[in-house]
């Protein structure tokens, strides 16, 4: 049998498995990471191929794992509908040992059984070896490899916890003052550390280290310490024997402030700003969901708000990451992590969701707390983790709209103005650089879409190379078969942060992205995309890209119809996977069937109009109508209308197909025509028949 390790350098024991290469040991190592779990194949592939991965990176994906299949012993790699999923005894991997180990000690604890709790525990910590993967560069584990560590810490909390409870006072000192001198922000290690002391006989040393935390404390945080700290300074004041169970062992050490650093050089956004700001502050308990596509920095404007409103919550805020573009993480744990930060842990922790979640609604109670939910799957995922009272208010940020969420009030937030474009451009690269090369900065930020991560990728990419002109970077932006190649350094990545989006779709929404892309206008009609999708579920596929924030709505145009707006960036990466994953003739037969419908509507609304005015219906075959014949007579009920508002539109389809279907173009401008003449639109109509005569020369 092979063990294997992660919490320190990558770890394997069997003299079955001996792997070669970076790329065989970085797909291991991510296998491991999630350990019976589902893998998508984006970040594997992201893991093993620094920037641009090959083209044929899907063939080259199977092989690895095909050699990784051959040389596992007792473990087995699936295939599955997002990617790979490894299949492992959790006896035979570190992490799994660490986790187990820890939950029967923190349930012996429960049963006021310290020395059994110890044994788990310290088996648990002994499964660590250092900072986890530290052989590997995995930038894409690196958040989840800090909550491991943070997860390491709470255990050991929890085990010198016990360790006090049966008297090894003396024992453990010396270990928490170093873990104290390693996290001088820890009040529970300071207080654990102070009653340690005390019992062994040395009041005064505990007294020192109660003032040396506080002024580190305030000096730091400007804070002053909280309930568990200065309940263990009373007890050594008092001279007290510290009670091992206290009655009320998770009192919360107000004020908490769990917000990332606000960015230094943020632009844009005061309107944003403001509104989150006045929802936030209303009556009762505001919920507001703050949506938006992926790159468009919803993460980055909450935390911006929740900074500026830290005086209106008194009572702390708490910044929750919930992973839901990624692998969503388990509620159960989402609240062990919140209910230890607020001064819940060992024995006074819930097993059960419910009874985590109670507890955390108990503690908020009459507080006036933010609690700000970063990266929302769906609205059961939020239901959890909101308060029970008025007085807190919850800031979701998710890449979906949370219909479902009851009772919320939602932001969809949009790429940025030009202006504010520029001036975020120029906070990264340089103010004095972007003004020297205006014009160039205005095609790198329209290139980019004006998104912020975009943006900020291209800007750090400047600030990197001060000499290189803004042109050039430019000018490879705009080519739209390296754009996302260009906007990616280390763990900065557009391409990754739109696939979470993408493997997070039902397959028939990700062959309807693929095919909506295909139609190159800007503002396409519900009845465009359901030509190109071609599937009776049309609607609904279209309500989950939306859902998702890939696909945008953009009002409802005279005649009643929804339009819909596609990102130029969502556009290239559905364009690059659709030049892969679509066959040549399928992507042909959807802009066919667009044309044909296109066409069909034109030649229905001139046959009205003809009626009307008394004129003869326009010579030529007219191709079968893809769309159903209700949806045909709505559109055309007022054909003047139909025609005033996909005049632009028709123009421009009739210069994009003239040289490959000269007769269907024909046909669609004789139709348009009939409108252009009737409203005087001269030089509409020569521009139209002058492309047809273009192509035929």
Known sequence: MVRFGVLGPLRIEGDSIRLRGE???????????????????????????????????????????????????????????????????????????????????????????????????????????????????????????????????????????????????????????????????????????????????????????????????????????????????????????????????????????????????????????????????????????????????????????????????????????????????????????????????????????????????????????????????????????????????????????????????????GPLSDAEAGELLGRIAGAERVAGERTAAARIAAACGNLPLALRIAGIRLALRPHLALSVLADRLEDRLRRLDELAISDLQLRGSIDLSYQALSPGARRALRAITRCRLTDQPAWAVTALINVPEAETLIEELVEAGLLAPHGADATGESRYRLHDMVRVFADELGAVLDSREDRIASIERLTDAAIGLADTAAQCLGDRDGWPSPAGEVPPQPLPREVVARLVADPEAWFATERTNLLTAVGAIAAGWPDKARALMDRLAVHLRRHGHHADLRAGYAALAQNAK
């Open 23 to 413: 790329r065989q040991r970085s797909l291991l190592a991510m296998l491991l990471f999630r350990a019976n779990q589902d893998v998508p194949v984006a970040q594997l592939v992201d893991a093993m191929w620094t920037g641009v991965p090959p083209k044929s990176y899907t063939s080259n994906l199977h092989t690895y794992v095909s050699r990784l299949r051959e040389r596992l012993d007792g473990a087995r790699i699936d295939h599955t509908q997002h990617g790979y999923r490894l299949r492992i005894d959790p006896r035979d991997l570190d992490l799994l040992v660490f986790r187990a180990e820890a939950e029967e000690g923190r349930r012996a604890a429960k049963a006021r059984d310290p020395e059994r709790a110890v044994k788990h525990l310290r088996r648990a910590l002994a499964q660590w070896r250092g900072h986890p993967l530290t052989d590997l560069d995995l930038p894409q584990l690196g958040g989840e490899a800090s909550r491991l560590e943070a997860e390491r810490l709470a255990v050991l909390d929890d085990c010198l916890e016990s360790e006090l409870a049966i008297g090894r006072h003396a024992e453990v000192a010396g270990e928490l003052e170093a873990l104290l001198a390693e996290n001088p922000l820890r009040e529970r290690t300071a207080a654990q550390l102070m009653i340690a002391l005390q019992r062994s006989g040395r009041q005064a040393d505990a007294l020192a280290v109660y003032t040396r935390t506080r002024t580190t404390l305030i000096d730091e945080l400007g804070v002053e310490p909280g309930a568990v700290l200065r309940r263990a300074h009373a007890t050594v004041l008092r001279g007290e024997e510290a009670r091992e169970h206290p009655e009320h062992p998770a009192l919360m050490p107000w004020p908490i402030c769990q917000l990332p650093p606000d960015l230094p050089d943020f632009a844009g956004r005061e309107e944003e700003s403001g509104e989150l700001a006045r929802l936030l502050t209303g009556p009762g308990m505001p919920l507001t969901v703050l949506s938006g596509q992926p790159g468009v920095g919803k993460s980055t404007l909450a935390v911006r708000v929740a900074h500026r409103l830290r005086k209106a919550f008194p009572d702390g805020q708490l910044f929750i990451t919930l992973n839901g573009s990624a692998a969503p993480r388990d509620t159960a744990a989402v609240l062990g992590d919140v209910l230890r930060a607020l001064g819940v842990g060992g024995s006074a922790l819930p097993d059960d969701v419910h009874a985590r979640a109670a507890a955390y609604r108990g503690l908020l109670t009459d507080r006036r707390v933010l609690v700000v939910l970063d990266d929302a799957t769906d609205a059961a995922q939020v239901r959890s983790l909101l308060p029970g009272t008025p007085g807190c208010a919850v800031l979701v940020t998710s890449r979906r709209r949370l219909s479902a969420l009851e009772g919320a009030r939602r932001t969809q937030l």
